[in-house]
């Protein structure tokens, strides 16, 4: 099973809302992810948790706080978003970092998130 | 720093042409490399790695072979169906590495 599952699939909120994404793997992964992709573009690393530590921060604003509360689950706390934080936002899992060779990563379907 | 340079799209092909989408990338040591899938409205799919020299991944009917002499990891497919319309990212990890690095994406479109 290689199924990383996310919750909303959709997502309209306002720039005063504060909102929550959630991810779930049961792989075992020790490795969880969070990217934003705009239309047409690739996905931006957001956030890396390993072993439910944040690991890497790629100098996200604060109005996104993630959260890793154990080893299966990860959610992204949204609170006061600008229009252009619309896009979707995947999360993904994979073996531990620090190991070699063919760590991939396993996406999840993306929550779309429209923010008026 | 580590990068993956893809060919640009859109691509259109009619049905059961082949396929070639070129990737090349700039890497230190032995990178991982990966093609990845999305399908529109959805998220990214693992299509095949390869995770050290000369190894060919293949799934669907996909292959890319993983060249360190032209540090290309090029994807074919040698009869696309209308199915196959997607838009399609070359990625490469670095050997100790944790964070992958995307291409620019293809766009394909297939004819029916």
């Known amino acids: 099973d290689t199924e990383v599952t996310q919750t909303p699939k959709h997502l309209v909120m306002g720039m005063t809302n504060k909102k929550s994404l959630k991810c779930e793997q049961h792989?075992?992964?020790?490795?969880m992810y969070w990217y934003k992709q705009k239309a047409k573009k690739p996905p931006e690393l957001m956030f890396v948790?390993?072993?439910?530590?944040?690991?890497i921060n790629e100098s996200v604003p604060s109005r996104f706080s993630p959260e890793c509360p154990n080893s299966s689950l990860l959610n992204l706390h949204l609170h006061a978003l600008q229009p252009e934080d619309s896009a979707l936002y995947l999360c993904?899992?994979?073996?531990?970092?620090?190991?070699?060779?063919?760590?991939?990563?396993?996406f999840g379907p993306g929550t779309r998130l429209l923010v008026l | 720093g580590n990068s993956v340079t893809q060919m640009e799209g859109p691509v259109t092909l009619s049905e059961e042409a082949f396929l070639t989408i070129n990737c090349t990338y700039t890497?230190?040591?032995?990178?991982?490399l990966f093609w990845y899938v999305q399908y529109p409205g959805e998220g990214l799919q693992l299509l095949l790695k390869?995770?050290?020299?000369?190894d060919k991944g293949s799934n669907k009917g996909f292959e890319a072979t993983y060249r360190k002499e032209t540090t290309s990891f090029h994807l074919e497919k040698g009869s696309v169906q209308v199915s196959d319309s997607a838009v399609y990212f070359c990625?490469?990890?670095?050997?100790?590495?944790?964070?992958?690095?995307f291409g620019a994406g293809t766009i394909l479109r297939v004819k029916s």
């Open positions: 993904a899992s994979s073996h531990p970092l620090r190991q070699r060779g063919g760590k991939t990563q396993y």
């Open positions: 792989m075992g992964h020790r490795a």
């Open positions: 948790y390993s072993y439910e530590k944040l690991s």
């Open positions: 890497a230190t040591g032995y990178p991982s």
């Open positions: 390869a995770t050290k020299a000369d």
């Open positions: 990625a490469l990890e670095g050997e100790y590495g944790n964070k992958l690095v």
